[in-house]
Nanobody, 127 residues
Framework: QMQLVESGGGLVQAGGSLRLSCAASGRTFSSYAMGWFRQAPGKEREFVASIGRDGVPTWYADSVNGRFTISRDNAKNMVYLQMNGLKPEDTAVYYC????????????????????WGQGTQVTVSS
């Protein structure tokens, strides 16, 4: 099992930026694809972005493509989500997660393909 701890959430005005971080421990971080998901009140958890174990490929939800960037630093066991041009509809709890696949060119987009999850960090975007 991998322990994941997110940080970097907060309150920001529309158009602003935040950088989320996820610290991983407990398994060989560099062996696994990672993803970011979010859940808004009253809604199901949805895919935001994913990244392969070596930094490629990367995938984004249509709603964030061009505004968000996922990256990772395997030497530091960290995965990041840079969020620019934030909108009120981006308000949600953001979670990072580990996919158990060791396929070097696979970065899943379905939550059911992820095993380990962090506790989440709240992002609130005011209009």
């Amino acid at each position: 099992q991998m322990q994941l701890v997110e940080s970097g959430g907060g309150l920001v005005q529309a158009g602003g930026s935040l950088r989320l971080s996820c610290a991983a421990s407990g398994r060989t971080f560099s062996s696994y694809a990672m993803g970011w998901f979010r859940q808004a009140p009253g809604k199901e958890r949805e895919f935001v972005a994913s990244i392969g174990r070596d930094g490629v490929p990367t995938w984004y939800a249509d709603s964030v493509n061009g505004r968000f960037t996922i990256s990772r630093d395997n030497a530091k066991n960290m995965v990041y989500l840079q969020m620019n041009g934030l909108k009120p509809e981006d308000t949600a709890v953001y979670y990072c997660a580990r996919a158990p696949t060791r396929n070097p060119i696979y970065a899943p987009r379905l939550s059911g393909e992820y095993d380990d999850w962090g506790q989440g960090t709240q992002v609130t975007v005011s209009s």
